[in-house]
């Protein structure tokens, strides 16, 4: 299923001439999405859906595999091209002790227990953000699991684990200096698509929606380069409990969002009745 409306083009049609001239490249395309390509889901509220039944922490994280689960089914069934969760960002290390270890190990599981099933529908699996400094052994389970799935062709699931969206930013900046530094570019080729071409999910789209669970209104640190033009909508939702017909109701307001991108909204509706 596509996530695009496919429109017919004609050279001579009036309207299609406005869209180009209103919008460079494939951006007229984005506008008339009903869905979206790309959504990003900060997953908050494991903790505290688990306080709420008198139980320790770590049951809410196990209650959210099981709505990672969820998302991952029905963002393949409608055809979107790619779902980036944050799982673990590099502030989550200031978390309790055992906490975090419980954390990692449950990380280390899900990823050996899911491998097979993500496989088998396609899901091609992509792990983002500084994986240095887990262990060994959950390094060599991220390798394992991105070679295994890195041939399928449905549904990306892009997952931040000891992620930020200011490291991202940074080491792809570090990475355009260095290049300056050994004469490889020079310094008025440091653009936004050479700084784009060096960033986490650099060959993704950018995201489109991102979902914010637990009630909170912030974004976190999170993929902040690639959403900035994204639709945020946060829901008072715990994570073990987002189901299937909360993400269709996120995707509802998003398809009912118009989407402007500096231009009037006059403009966007004759993009839009091309």
Request: hydrophobic content about 40%; charged content about 20%.
């Amino acid at each position: 299923m596509s996530s695009t409306v496919e429109f017919e083009s004609d050279p001579n049609n009036e309207s299609e001439q406005v869209a180009s001239q209103l919008l460079p490249g494939q951006l007229s395309d984005v506008v008339k999405q009903s869905l979206p390509k790309h959504v990003a889901i900060i997953m908050d509220g494991n903790g505290r859906w688990a306080q709420l039944q008198g139980k320790a922490r770590v049951f809410g994280h196990k209650a959210g595999v099981k709505a990672v689960r969820r998302a991952v089914s029905t963002a393949s069934q409608l055809g979107i091209e790619s779902l980036t969760l944050f799982a673990f960002s590099s502030e989550n290390w200031r978390r309790p002790d055992k906490e975090v270890s419980l954390l990692m190990e449950l990380f280390f599981t899900v990823l050996q227990r899911e491998l097979k099933l993500l496989d088998k529908n396609q899901v091609k699996l992509n792990i983002i953000g500084d994986t240095s400094r887990f262990s060994a052994r959950l390094q060599q389970q991220i390798a394992t699991a991105q070679e295994k799935t890195a041939a399928n062709t449905g549904l990306i699931l892009n997952v931040a684990a000891n992620y930020g969206g200011r490291w991202d930013i940074l080491q792809a900046a570090q990475k355009l200096a260095e290049k300056v530094a050994t004469g490889e570019i020079n310094s008025s080729q440091m653009t936004e698509d050479a700084l784009n071409a060096h960033l986490c999910m650099h060959n993704q789209s950018e995201v489109d929606l991102m979902i914010r669970t637990g009630g909170d209104y912030r974004i976190s640190n999170f993929v902040l380069w690639q959403a900035a033009y994204a639709e945020l909508v946060f829901t008072d939702t715990l994570w073990p409990d987002f189901d299937e017909q909360a993400f269709r109701d996120a995707l509802a307001i998003f398809a009912g969002r118009q989407r402007r991108f500096g231009l009037t909204g006059s403009q966007i509706e004759q993009i839009r009745a091309i």
